[in-house]
């Protein structure tokens, strides 16, 4: 079981940091609120649009939105499996979503 449900990065590496800029668009498109602790590091809350934005496929009355934690990471690392072996990659402007129970379909 992973403490994230949805973490996203670049397809490719990006050499300037626009965690600031991904973050400034959330706020403008109203899909995190508050500044939390979250871990070691400075997170916001979702708010309960995000669920119109990833546009997930159960019955959210905004309550499981509105509990979940984005985090916008300025370099952070990512999973990818392989066929027999699986290995690891480093990103910057990477956007986590903890917090969250089950999982996210579609």
């Known amino acids: 079981m992973s403490d ?3 973490k996203l990065w670049p397809k490719n590496e990006i050499t300037q ?3 600031e800029a991904i973050k400034s668009h959330l706020k403008m498109a109203g899909l995190i609120g508050e500044e939390v602790n979250h871990w070691n590091g400075k997170s916001n809350r979702a708010t309960k649009e995000l669920k119109n934005y990833l546009d997930y496929d159960f ?5 499981y939105s509105e509990s979940l ?15 027999d ?22």
Do not use: A, M
């Open 85 to 106: 072996d699986y290995e690891t990659f480093d990103r910057k402007n990477v956007v986590s979503i903890y917090e969250g129970d089950g999982s996210i379909i579609n």
């Open 4 to 6: 994230f449900i949805l």
């Open 59 to 63: 019955e959210d009355s905004g309550q």
């Open 17 to 19: 940091s626009k965690s």
């Open 69 to 83: 934690v984005i985090k916008i990471s300025e370099n952070d690392y990512g999973v990818r499996d392989g066929q």
